[in-house]
């Protein structure tokens, strides 16, 4: 009865091990960076963006809702930046002049956002 043999011819012989170690490799330096970040605090360098919902009807601006990091909504001229009208509270009601933009101010850890543009 003739033997079956299952070697591999020498040219294909480790390829298998060196892709394991390779793959073996990046996963533990993935899951390195990735522990590094949580214990060295780079995810909390990021920044957010004020949030508000407004209703518009015209020119008159409603404030819907306040997202956590917002004090407000204001209307903001575009050309020279000046601020036409503030409000501070959810069911306050302001008019903004025509070109306005519509923004949610932010509090001392989030960015000004804008809502809406040229009302």
Do not use: K
């Not at 040219?11 to 949580?38: C, N």
């Not at 963006?49 to 997202?67: F, I, P, Y």
């Not at 020279?80 to 001392?108: F, K, L, P, Q, Y």
Request: glycine residues 10%.
């Amino acid at each position: 009865m003739r033997e079956i043999s299952f070697e591999l011819p020498d040219d294909e012989r480790g390829v298998s091990p060196v892709i394991g170690v390779i793959l073996m490799v990046a996963i533990t330096v993935i899951l390195a960076a990735v522990i590094a970040s949580f214990v060295l605090g780079f995810g909390d360098s990021v920044s957010t963006n004020a949030s508000a919902g407004v209703e518009v009807d015209n020119a008159n601006v409603t404030v819907v809702s306040l997202g956590d990091s917002a004090q407000g909504v204001a209307c903001i001229n575009p050309d020279n930046g000046d601020t036409n009208s503030t409000a501070m509270s959810v069911g306050s009601t302001i008019e903004c002049h025509s070109g306005d933009n519509v923004i949610a101010i932010g509090n001392e850890d989030a960015s000004n956002s804008t809502l809406r543009t040229n009302i």
